[in-house]
Nanobody
């Protein structure tokens, strides 16, 4: 019903930058929030950044000042600009959205993308 497709991951040297994109498509009635999580090997999935529709953006303390999350509401797309990347940012990054579908307009459900690998290494 709802698909989240990520792009933009890859290999980058420490101090470098990457920009992730995630486009939501399908039977979307409304999107309450969109953002990014990440999961490093052997660790739990953690919040990176999340934007509530028409509201605030939340960031993990570890990325504040380095990462910027933004949304294009017309395109149902969320971006993550990552600057000053560190080896500890290496992880699979997952797009996340809370969506109400046309078939169930009053019900908000979470959806996940397939994940995109970000590797920070020299």
């Amino acid at each position: 019903q709802v698909q989240l497709v990520e792009s933009g991951g890859g290999l980058v040297q420490p101090g470098g930058s990457l920009r992730l994109s995630c486009a939501a498509s399908g039977n979307i009635f409304s999107i309450n929030a969109m953002g990014w999580y990440r999961q490093a090997p052997g660790k739990q999935r953690e919040l990176v950044a999340h934007i509530i529709s028409g509201g605030s953006t939340n960031y993990a303390d570890s990325v504040k000042g380095r990462f910027t999350c933004s949304r294009d509401y017309a395109k149902n797309t969320v971006y993550l600009q990552m600057n000053s990347l560190k080896p500890e940012d290496t992880a699979v990054y997952y797009c996340h959205a809370i969506v109400a579908t046309i078939q169930a307009m009053g019900v908000m459900k979470p959806y996940w993308g397939q994940g995109t690998q970000v590797t920070v290494s020299s």
